[in-house]
């Protein structure tokens, strides 16, 4: 199965959008220089499967979950090989635990079979894999690799985009287009652990600090009460 093709950007160049986007890039540069993905993993592989069991799930639950899993099959070979049940046990914390651990041996056996046990380096040869897609080879490219393949749109991208008037759209694949369009490709990779940061910070769903928020001189507040 074909990769699916990046996202292309807005058709228009809207100025105050633009201008938008730089003063969010530049408050969130300021306020979060450091900030990195917050799953924990020594590896690609590690850090894929760990993105696989992040949905629908806390970061922080994962990272309680694959401390013990990684321990045991820090490796591709060893998850491959790890039958089944066992793997559902490990991971049964996360929810939804049989269909991701299905995705997981499948992923893993694919990355064995197919690619000597390492992760490609591609969305063409990332997408393919079982339980692998745009989203989590987003993931991986950029946080594993430093490759800027696209935006990784999860909740908060999404709502905080839509809130500080970055995009309309509510869908993830258009939102991703949007913020193609408007940001630098160097900071893609960045803004998209940035912008995790202050929504759980700052920009919480319901009920955002938007009194201690750098961005409320700016910021439209959309969908705020």
């Known amino acids: ?84 049940p066992e793997l559902e046990a490990y991971i049964k914390p996360t929810g939804f635990f049989r269909n991701k651990a299905k995705n997981i041996h499948a992923c893993c056996t694919e990355l064995v079979e197919r690619h000597g046990g390492e992760v490609p380096r591609t969305l063409e040869e990332l997408t393919p894999l079982a339980g692998v897609g745009r989203k989590t080879a987003n993931v991986v490219l950029g946080t594993a690799y430093g490759i800027a393949s696209g935006v990784v749109v999860d909740t908060h991208v999404g709502r905080l985009s839509r809130r500080t008037g970055l995009t309309t759209e509510t869908d993830p694949v258009k939102v991703e287009r949007d913020l193609m369009g408007l940001l630098p490709k160097s900071r893609w990779v960045d803004f998209s652990h940035q912008m995790i940061y202050h929504g759980r910070r700052v920009c919480d769903a319901r009920r955002p600090k938007c009194e201690a928020c750098s961005m409320r001189r700016f910021c439209p507040r959309v969908g705020v009460g």
């Open 1 to 84: 199965m074909p990769a699916p093709p990046p996202p292309p950007p807005p058709p228009d160049d809207d100025p105050s959008r633009k201008a938008q986007a730089r003063r969010v890039l530049r408050r969130l540069k300021a306020d979060y220089p450091d900030a990195v993905c917050a799953l924990r993993f020594d590896t690609p592989v590690q850090l894929l499967v760990a993105t696989i069991l992040s949905a629908q799930c806390t970061d922080e639950r994962v990272n309680q979950v694959t401390e013990k899993l990684f321990a045991a099959c820090p490796t591709a070979e060893d998850l491959a090989a790890l039958p089944l």
